[in-house]
């Protein structure tokens, strides 16, 4: 089965070393939430609900202070989770792997739900959306791409060249290291 991951280029080094691991499944908003990693059948990064790199606004950083006491400085953006598009192949019956509308009708707060499913690009979109609460390994990754300026995503095969592609959109704060081993964890 063919999903993709979309992330920021800022998390990319330790995912193509660890895999996927780490995520955010929200399960009561604004504050529960279990570890998994959120999956789509959809190519597109587009109407997902996700961060888009934008600046964080005055009001936002005053919502963030009165929640969690974190004063941000002004000029911080929000990480652009489009950036990077992860090609993932997993056999359909993967443990751990589970349908998202199916699983968040047992295990999600009902409005949170509605919420995400609302945010998120509706139905069709949600439609999409896939859970893995087990590791992926960088075994599993197809290839990763890197959205360039024009919107479309440039495909990479080893760590080198994920690291010229970012490096060549001169992000700000974001380098990698350069390693010697390829996507699918071969040494190349």
């Known amino acids: 089965m063919k999903l993709y991951h979309f992330t920021a280029s800022e998390y990319i080094e330790p995912i193509m070393t660890h895999g996927l691991n780490q995520g955010e499944v929200v399960i009561d908003a604004p504050n529960l939430v279990q570890n ?21 606004t005055s009001l936002e950083r005053r919502i963030f202070e009165q929640m969690d006491g974190v004063r941000l400085p002004k000029g ?24 998202w509308l199916q699983w968040s009708a047992t295990h999600v707060d009902r409005a949170t739900r509605e919420g995400l499913i609302r945010t998120g690009g509706g139905i069709v979109k949600a439609s999409t959306w896939y859970v893995s609460f087990a590791p992926i390994k960088p075994s599993a990754f197809i290839r990763i791409g890197i959205r360039n300026h024009a919107g479309s995503y440039t495909p990479c095969q080893s760590r080198t060249e994920v690291q010229q592609a970012i490096m060549a959109l001169d992000l700000p704060g974001v380098r990698l290291v350069p390693t010697t081993t390829d996507i699918g964890g071969k040494a190349s």
């Open 36 to 56: 998994g990693v959120n999956l789509t059948t959809d190519a597109d990064p587009r109407d997902h609900g996700l961060s888009d790199g934008r600046l964080v």
């Open 76 to 99: 911080m953006r929000f990480p652009d989770k489009r950036r990077v598009r992860i090609e993932i192949d997993l056999p359909e019956h993967t443990h751990g792997l589970v349908n």
